[in-house]
């Protein structure tokens, strides 16, 4: 059974930084393609980062590239994003998502002005 679970979100202000982890339990975790997805309020929700099975291989969204970094430790089943320089605008729950379409619970960001 697959389960995602986020941490590490909270209040921020502007220019700060923070560190979202996903801890998961399932089959294979090494072996899985991890994502980081967003969702501010009365919007849909966006991709974010993606890291592969390995982690040598990352993709971001255009508006968090340079600013955000996704890792992973196939040792400890978890996933990290790694958030510098926030804005206002990154303000959103974030979610961890894995083995095709399984979904965390998210974890909320805001970041003040």
């Known amino acids: 059974q697959v389960q995602l679970v986020e941490s590490g979100g909270g209040l921020v202000q502007a220019g700060g930084s923070l560190t979202l982890s996903c801890a998961a339990t399932?089959?294979?975790?090494?072996?899985?393609?991890m994502n980081w997805y967003r969702q501010a309020p009365g919007k849909e929700r966006e991709f974010v980062a993606t890291?592969?099975?390995?982690?040598?291989?990352?993709d971001y969204a255009d508006s968090v590239k340079g600013r955000f970094t996704i890792s992973r430790d196939n040792t400890k089943n978890t996933v990290t994003l790694q958030m510098n320089h926030l804005k206002p605008e990154d303000t959103a729950t974030y979610f961890c998502?894995?083995?095709?379409?399984?979904w965390g619970q998210g974890t909320q960001v805001t970041v003040s002005s």
């Open positions: 399932g089959r294979a975790f090494s072996s899985v393609t």
């Open positions: 998502k894995g083995w095709g379409n399984h």
């Open positions: 890291i592969n099975w390995s982690g040598d291989r990352t």
